[in-house]
């Protein structure tokens, strides 16, 4: 076997695979934050229990993919930590915020809670807001075009829509009542906005780049790609019908939060077959950006311990936790 080949493949699927994780992960935590002022302080109080018990799990998936870039990727890891330094900062400093706002609205009187709610929607939204334009900026290569940065800007919105959907789609399946109700609005009202957005950047991104365009659009692959965004349009529809209906069935309300993370890892799919075999678009491979292969070997050996047990943790605390949400409160 040609380990020099295959590794650096082992790895980007890993990378992939982590990445995409986080998304679906954090990404509902996120957009609960993002919907808290919109509630009660009743109902606050639920939407973090609802994410109480896995947000710092969730983050852990951030932590591993920087990781697994740092190791597996130095030189694209250069590019583009080198490019999106300042955001990457700000990200950072939004991620204390919100864990900051996390805790102490918890401690925090009546009078100081709001502040501590305000805090951690802004630390939610800042992080959206951030990833989406460092997400938007990789797919342009960091170009500097007037289209590179608009195609970002559009992307920095999406993300923090998307988040906003997954988000109430989860304390649909989480909670009851009347937040309950209200989560079935809210993710109403954000399907919209997520649709076309996911449209119009499905539309774009073939247009940032001549690989891309060729790779989706000449013949027999547009055949074979075809499926990946139909799939993912057909889920989406799929999550607007059952958000119509005001079915009881506690196991229909989990259907929209899946089908959005379904139709969320197709989109990571489709970006994956834009990219291959790039590591930075058409400026790096992935065997040019990989590490030795004896990095990559040691560095196999470690993920294989890690990842399964993140990936245990990760299923118990959800196993454990399951049910409907309740008040977070700290002895």
Request: a negative charge.
């Given at each position: 076997?040609?380990?020099?080949?295959?590794?650096?493949?082992?790895?980007?699927?890993?990378?992939?695979?982590?990445?995409?994780?986080?998304?679906?992960?954090?990404?509902?935590?996120?957009g609960v934050g993002m919907l808290m002022p919109r509630a009660q302080a009743d109902e606050q109080n639920v939407m973090v229990g609802s994410i109480g018990p896995f947000w710092d799990?969730?983050?852990?998936?951030?932590?591993?993919?920087?990781?697994?870039?740092?190791?597996?990727?130095?030189?694209?890891?250069?590019?583009?930590?080198?490019?999106?330094?300042l955001p990457a900062t700000f990200?950072?400093?939004?991620?204390?915020?919100?864990?900051?706002?996390?805790?102490?609205?918890?401690?925090?009187?009546?009078?100081?809670?709001?502040?501590?709610?305000?805090?951690?929607?802004?630390?939610?939204a800042g992080m959206a807001l951030t990833q989406g334009w460092m997400l938007g900026r990789y797919v342009t290569a960091f170009g500097t075009e007037v289209s590179d940065y608009l195609f970002a800007l559009g992307i920095m919105l999406t993300v923090p829509a998307v988040y906003t959907l997954l988000g109430a789609c989860w304390l649909l399946a989480k909670t009851e009542g009347?937040?309950?109700?209200?989560a079935r609005t809210w993710a109403n009202?954000?399907?919209?906005?997520?649709?076309?957005?996911?449209?119009?950047?499905?539309?774009?991104?073939?247009?940032?780049?001549?690989?891309?365009?060729?790779?989706?659009?000449?013949?027999?692959?547009?055949?074979?790609?075809a499926p990946v965004p139909l799939l993912a349009g057909v889920f989406m529809l799929r999550v607007k019908q059952l958000l119509r209906r005001e079915d009881t069935q506690s196991l229909r309300f989990?259907?929209?939060?899946?089908?959005?993370?379904l139709s969320l890892v197709l989109c990571a799919l489709g970006l994956g077959i834009s990219l291959f075999p790039y590591a930075v678009i058409g400026r790096l491979d992935v065997w040019e950006a990989a590490a030795s292969t004896p990095t990559l070997a040691v560095t196999l050996i470690g993920v294989s311990v890690t990842v399964p047990c993140i990936i245990a943790y990760s299923i118990f605390s959800y196993w454990a936790f399951r049910g409907k949400a309740s008040n977070l409160k700290y002895g």
């Open positions: 076997m040609d380990w020099a080949y295959w590794l650096p493949l082992v790895f980007l699927g890993l990378l992939g695979f982590v990445m995409t994780v986080y998304v679906l992960l954090d990404g509902f935590d996120l799990a969730n983050e852990t998936w951030l932590v591993l993919g920087a990781g697994v870039l740092f190791i597996a990727f130095p030189k694209a890891n250069t590019i583009v930590l080198g490019n999106l330094y990200m950072l400093f939004c991620l204390i915020v919100r864990g900051a706002a996390f805790d102490f609205r918890v401690k925090a009187d009546d009078h100081h809670k709001d502040l501590w709610n305000i805090a951690f929607m802004m630390g939610s009347a937040l309950q109700a209200k009202q954000a399907w919209w906005p997520v649709a076309v957005c996911l449209l119009l950047i499905s539309l774009a991104t073939p247009y940032i780049s001549h690989d891309v365009f060729g790779r989706w659009f000449t013949l027999p692959n547009m055949f074979y790609l989990w259907q929209p939060f899946i089908l959005v993370a």
